[in-house]
Structure formats: structure tokens, C-alpha cells
């Protein structure tokens, strides 16, 4: 399997390969690259796609121990390391989006575009936090299944998909999954950094996004310097590029070929 030694901990990676641009899929919270897949068909015969598994995510191998989204981005900037990019366009999705933003704060000239899907750049409101708190507490003491009814509902939206999302979680441990809720909580606000991003971004949002309300994607999209265009993915939930390919694809695609 591919993996890359990145700041003490082994990341998970599929790397599609070929001589087209590169792009970095970087996935949300209580996810992995697995989320990516309608992506990845639409885009690897252009593009070489990189899909990985974050921290307390997937199959990659750390510590377990606490890390902040900064330190999301310098794994990432790792894994182009390991791989000989000296650029990549960026794709993230929630705390994809988080770590992705961040990378292109500390290493600009590794980034050649970014496009965030249903992220942000602010802190969480004191609402979000308990609610955030109250599902760490259920996956630690109790399990996917005593938090699976309500959180796969406010992140997937699409019954038809919850069962392999459940399976996943089930697959890692209790105290995996509350970890990586509880990195999610610690999330700083950048909002004031923004104007630094300089290349050009893409801001994809669905306007029935939960925990990530839509106004939040029409504010990244008019603080970002370059942003070309806000997507709204009209019905959407949080992970439009899982449950609405078909809005998502050709404007991903159609900017990476402008951009990347």
C-alpha cells in the first residue's frame, strides 16, 4: 500500500499518476478519500489525482495524539514532498478545505488553486461547539451507532450511502472517531488572513448545508482575492461532490483545467 513518512506519522495515499496537472483531494471530518470517488473518475484521464487519509482518519497510521489544522497543511505539504510536486491544486472539502486553505497560507508557492467545497474560515459559534462536544462524547462512550441516526443525516443527507459511511466509522475505534471531532472543535478563524491567498479559488457550497451554513460559503467566496466563481449546489447538504456529482464535476472540472 502507498504511504508516506510525514511528520511522524504514516499517510495514506492513491495517487492516480500520468503527466496531467496535479490535484490533492483533501477530505472532511469523519471521512476519507473514499469520499472523492465520483471525482476522481471525472478527473483522473486530465489530471494526476491524490486522494489521502488526514490524521485520525482512514488508513493512515499516527499517534493519535491532538493536532491543529496547521498541522494538517504541513502534512499535506509533506505528502507533495514525498511525492517530487513542487505544485498542486488543492481540493477540500470541510476540514479539507480548513487544512487546504492553511497550506497555501504557509507554503504559497506549492499551490497553484484552491477549491473548497462547504468549508469555512471562521472559528466555530458556541452552538456548533456543544453540538460538536455532544458527538464526540456519544462516539466515545457509546459508538457510531449512538451518534450515526442525527450526524450521517446532517452530513450525507442521502439515506442510500449512510450504511457504507456507518460501516467505516464502525471499522476504527471509539476513541478515533472522538479525537477527530475534537481536532475539528479546535478549528482557529483565518478570516483575517484571507486577502494572502492570492491564487485563483473556486468556492462550491450546497444551500442546505447544516453545519456549515450557506452564508459562511458566499462570505469565503467574497473575502478570497481570486475567487472566480461561487457554485451553489441548490438541495445540497454538506458533501455536495458525494450526493450531487453531476452540479459538482464540471464546475471542478472547468476550473482545474483554467487554473491547474
Known sequence: MPYADVNGARLYFEDSGGAGPAVVLSHGNLMDRDMWVHQVRALERDFRVIGWDERLHGRTEDDGKSHSYWDSAADLIGLLDHLGLQQAALVGHSQ??????????????????????????????AEALAQMRGVSEGFRAAGPEAVAPVLLGMLLGQPVIHDQWLTKWKAQPRERLADAVQVLMGADDITDRLGEIAVPALVVHGDADQPIPYPLGQALAQQLPAAQELVTVTGAGHTPNLTHPDRVNPALAGFLRRSA
Open 96 to 125: 479539507g478545505g480548513f487544512l487546504s486553505m492553511r497550506a497555501a497560507l504557509l507554503a504559497p508557492e506549492r499551490v497553484k488553486a484552491l477549491a473548497l467545497i462547504d468549508t469555512t474560515s471562521v472559528a466555530w459559534p
